[in-house]
């Protein structure tokens, strides 16, 4: 990942006699930005994060003073490229792809363009400059966006960029006020078009009679006032200081007992990682006092309450038996130990044995994720399974 990420700029890319840009956010975008997100805040907000605050309040100086924080901090990690959707000068929505995993080599990604641009082929533009960007800078195999059933113009938009849908995540995300499920798109590198995603969409473009938007006059320039910018930068940094002790912190050692296995169990090792650290929650698993495999809960997401769960065993050591238990305990410790929500897991197709240990602890199937890089670190289809609190383990 490139150091000058956060300072990073695609295009320019021409349409109808536009200029487009993706470029990083500003302070100074905040009165656009709070205008556009109030315009058309009943196509948005259905579909964003849900919270106690009322929209007015989630659009605040101070809001985007962090999101602004956040994009460079994150930027800077090289876990999410954060970009403002900027036509002729003007600001027009954002488009990113976060959640970036080098060794999963996958990002997810997320848009929203101006309501009264989205019909000129805008999004798809914006959508084609940084997807082009992911799968040739960043060296992504697979870029993914979960989208709301209910959000049918985002499917099509995904699905005509040439996403595909892969599975149905059951309660996937707390949005608009309620967990909801998720339907999963993605697109890989074995589907780049011959000239790259800004070109087909440009090509495709020519084909269509479009009227030119009228972009009406610029709306100048707004800066938050210096105490937002100060006030947040300071509880932000405090922020960032308190999180990188709690990465090099010890975790408390956790040992977890295997119902039916008295002398099995899974146990954290002696220096242990926490779940803010990139490497997940490490559980060894013992039998009779010797290490028999290990699980991980890897990239726990406290916000959105899920985890991604993997478990290796040595068959030697380890029947299905007491890997169905291990599922069990590390199951009950994300939902019961930490809080999460959901838990999945990935599982090679061919891999019948341990979709059989998934399915006996509870765990359903949702879909197949194509091009996806496994524990053994080889690509190929992986089946997606998950569990949500409250879902009953079978016996």
Known sequence: MSPGLARRQLGPAQLHGCTLVLRPPRFSDFAQWRRLRLHDRKLIEPFWHSSPLTWAERHTERHWVREVLETRAFAREGKRLATVIEIDGRFAGQVEIGSIDPQLRQG????????????HGFGGLAAGLILDFGFDTLGLERIIAPISPANIAAAAG???????????????????GQRTDHLLYAVTRAELPPKGFTDMWLERMLDRDDEPPRLG????YETPGTAAVLGVSARFRAG?????????????????PLPGYPRARLRSPLVSTGPRSPEGLLFHLEVDGRKAGEARLLDLDLFDRHARMQIRADPA??????RL?????????????LGLFRVYSAIPAGDTESAAVAARAGLLEEGIMRSYIGLDGSRGDHALWAVTAGGEHRA
């Open 108 to 119: 997810e990604m997320g848009i929203w363009i101006d309501a009264a641009l989205a019909r």
């Open 217 to 220: 006059i610029p709306i100048l």
């Open 158 to 176: 995904a699905m005509e960029m040439g996403f595909v849908p892969e599975a149905r995540m059951a309660q996937h995300f707390d949005v608009g």
């Open 325 to 337: 238990a291990a599922t069990r305990a590390l199951l009950d410790h994300a939902v019961h130990g």
């Open 240 to 256: 960032q200081l308190r999180r990188a002790v709690q990465r090099v912190l010890p975790a408390v050692p956790v040992s977890l």
């Open 317 to 322: 050591r380890a029947d299905d038996g007491v």
